[in-house]
């Protein structure tokens, strides 16, 4: 799909960069015409040639203008030494024998046999490194960049120990712990592939299932549980024969993202609740302070596993960003309707900042004739699921999300991420188009970059290792789908309205219904019913910690934007609000974000637990021995002639010099008058 980057133009050079822009938008409809000729086939072709009837032939004669593409220069890296390993860890195990295979490893036939049958061929650098110390039953600290292969990096050594020392009693030995369903959902599917041929049962624990049906599992005693903090905390309050006094494993995957979601008190309430002598591994795409906090509380003597950057994008990934000017917020909007049209029909990922933008541009494409879907927290978790099957199915070419899928989900197949306002950080820039380009795959990502979000843009050109690519769309592409947006805002409206007014209809017959069955079962059932279920922390305690919690962090970052409070207040008043406030109020929410960002990074750090700086790491430069005064060596002289003198007092010439009276003689005799006869 991706051709190889030309070299970068050198200034000054016209007819080259004029050759070398040719060329590129050759490539391009090249790119197009083989994407097309993949995809469309037999019946499809007959349906776009339906919809292709539908356009003028002015429309077509303008959406078959290429778009350009030029080169960004990047600028020169300054060459930094790497990080120096954190004095917590015992050893730093990020190098690895690069010619190591699964079958070097010392696995069980089982997992070899799993392993075959999944496909997979060679192991990825994080599980060359991670399995091998995994194996020898060591704690582990993993930070790697996203789409690895990290799941299967912790799984295979915990699958490898259960199924060579198998359980005495039906108790549950490993704990996964994971930020999100969808990602808890993903593991429990890796983890039920690669024990297929063992005896090892796994059971999974996140919120929006069933709750009965999981209390029932657990008591079975499954040897690994992957579950989200939340709900765990739920079963260990409200299921007395479930407990984490066997756990010899405990898994802490994506902890950096479990941190960011307030888990930090429910997770430290579960690491304290597991047994002290167990084997940890916390896996993170990021190492924070506060990661590293967590790590210093929950591991001993840690294994250290940097694989790769974590700011480093997937290799065979093709960057191109469209730039907005100032004026022209208001055609986000259209230029996405063009690019998934005209240029990416298939296999898309469209990120949005708000659950509200993502909702309205799955309703507008899907009234531009695509088959789209939508993925945000608004969704209920049989919904998100559906979601994600059907694009995994290739049922729908879009699929339309927040940063709720922005992390962990490995979805087969994603040719292109689309970014609609640029993220709150060069990190969530990273995990979004690590959706695509998984696994040695080439993949591509374009982002639309207004005049606020530029200082970002420099910063991901200058970290990318490959030429950045600029996208530029002709502007009569762009002002013909505009009007084709207004046409369809009435539409978009009455859908709205339709969805608010569905909504009020179910949440009065769910309350008919809660109602009359407590009508029918009478005080007869009210007795034999079960005890009310106790919670770590109630929904209205829960809701207050991370209000404060925000409101510490976040307060200072929001004194004194008025311009801000008067635009929220506007825009909260207005029903409908024109195409430039809505993109001006998705770059708000990544901007509000990433002053509350720089905020917690200028607060002094935490006292750690374990010192971070260890005098045997012998550095370059060694610091001089502080001389102690006279009264420090008397006082902390502890040799014989020293503490004889404290214990006989002043010595003779001492007492002559202060005038003291001669002392006379005790009545201690001597050791003779003991001796033996």
Not at 587 to 594: D, F, N
Request: hydrophobic share 35%; proline share 4%; with cysteine.
């Amino acid at each position: 799909m991706c051709q190889p980057y030309e070299k970068e133009a050198k200034p000054g050079n016209a007819k080259q960069e004029s050759q070398e822009a040719s060329q590129q938008q050759e490539e391009e409809e090249e790119d197009r015409d083989n994407e097309a000729g993949t995809k469309r086939s037999g019946n499809e072709e007959e349906e776009e040639e339906d919809g292709a009837s539908e356009y003028s032939s002015a429309d077509e004669s303008i959406f078959a203008k290429t778009d350009t593409l030029k080169v960004k220069q990047r600028r020169r890296r300054k060459r930094g030494g790497e990080e120096e390993a954190e004095s917590f860890f015992e050893e730093d195990a990020s190098q690895y024998d690069d010619s190591l295979s699964f079958q070097d490893m010392n696995l069980s036939r089982p997992l070899l046999k799993a392993i075959n049958a999944m496909g997979f061929k060679q192991p990825t650098p994080i599980q060359k490194a991670c399995i091998p110390v995994g194996l020898l039953g060591k704690d582990i600290c993993a930070c790697a960049a996203t789409g690895t292969g990290k799941t299967a990096a912790f799984m295979l050594p915990v699958l490898e120990r259960l199924i060579y020392k198998p359980r005495q009693a039906p108790v549950t030995r490993v704990l996964v712990l994971v930020p999100t369903r969808e990602l808890g959902i993903q593991v429990h599917s890796v983890t039920k592939q690669l024990a297929q041929f063992s005896s090892v049962t796994s059971c999974l624990a996140v919120g929006g299932l069933d709750l009965k049906t999981q209390e029932a599992a657990l008591r079975s005693g499954p040897d690994v549980l992957i579950a989200t903090p939340g709900r765990l905390i739920d079963h260990l309050h409200n299921c007395p024969s479930f407990h984490l006094g066997s756990i010899e494993v405990l898994i802490l995957d994506e902890a950096d993202r479990m941190l960011d979601e307030y888990f930090e008190e429910q997770m430290k309430e579960i690491i304290r609740l597991c047994t002290r002598h167990r084997q940890t591994m916390l896996f993170s795409a990021t190492m924070t302070e506060e990661v590293k906090d967590l790590a210093s509380v929950s591991l001993k003597n840690p294994i250290r596993v940097f694989v790769n950057s974590n700011t480093d994008v997937a290799p065979f990934l093709r960057q191109e960003f469209i730039r907005i000017r100032p004026n022209r917020e208001g055609d986000r909007e259209a230029i996405v309707a063009a690019l998934l049209t005209r240029t990416f029909p298939d296999h898309v990922m469209l990120f949005t900042q708000t659950k509200k933008q993502a909702h309205r541009l799955h309703i507008l494409l899907g009234l531009l004739g695509l088959r789209v879907g939508e993925l945000h927290g608004n969704l209920s978790q049989a919904q998100r699921l559906e979601a994600l099957r059907r694009f995994k199915d290739e049922q729908i070419d879009v699929l339309v999300a927040t940063d709720v899928a922005a992390r962990g989900l490995d979805i087969e197949g994603v040719k292109t991420v689309i970014n609609f306002t640029m993220p709150n950080t060069t990190k969530h820039y990273v995990h979004r188009v690590g959706r695509t380009a998984r696994a040695g795959r080439a993949g591509r990502s374009v982002s639309l970059v207004g005049e606020e979000e530029r200082k970002m843009l420099k910063e991901i050109i200058k970290a990318a290792k490959t030429p950045v690519k600029a996208r530029v769309l002709p502007q009569d592409v762009i002002l013909r789908f505009r009007e084709k947006i207004e046409k369809l805002e009435p539409d978009v409206y009455a859908v709205l309205r339709l969805e608010q007014e569905e909504r009020a209809l179910q949440h009065s017959e769910a309350q008919i219904n809660t109602a009359r069955r407590k009508l029918e079962a009478g005080g007869a059932q009210e007795a034999t019913q079960d005890a009310p279920r106790s919670w770590f922390q109630s929904q209205e305690e829960r809701r207050k910690e991370k209000l404060t919690k925000a409101l510490q962090e976040f307060d200072l970052a929001l004194r004194g934007k008025k311009k801000r409070k008067k635009f929220m207040t506007n825009s909260q008043k207005k029903a409908q609000m024109t195409p430039e406030e809505r993109s001006q109020f998705e770059i708000l929410k990544a901007q509000m974000y990433a002053e509350r960002l720089a905020k917690r990074n200028r607060r002094p750090k935490r006292a750690r637990a374990m010192p971070e700086e260890d005098s045997s790491a012998g550095g370059p430069k060694q610091t001089r021995k502080k001389k102690s005064s006279v009264f420090d060596q008397e006082l902390t002289n502890t040799n014989r002639k020293a503490l004889k003198q404290y214990r006989a007092g002043p010595s003779f010439e001492d007492r002559k010099r202060l005038g003291l009276a001669r002392r006379k003689g005790g009545s201690f005799k001597g050791r003779s008058r003991y001796k033996r006869k």
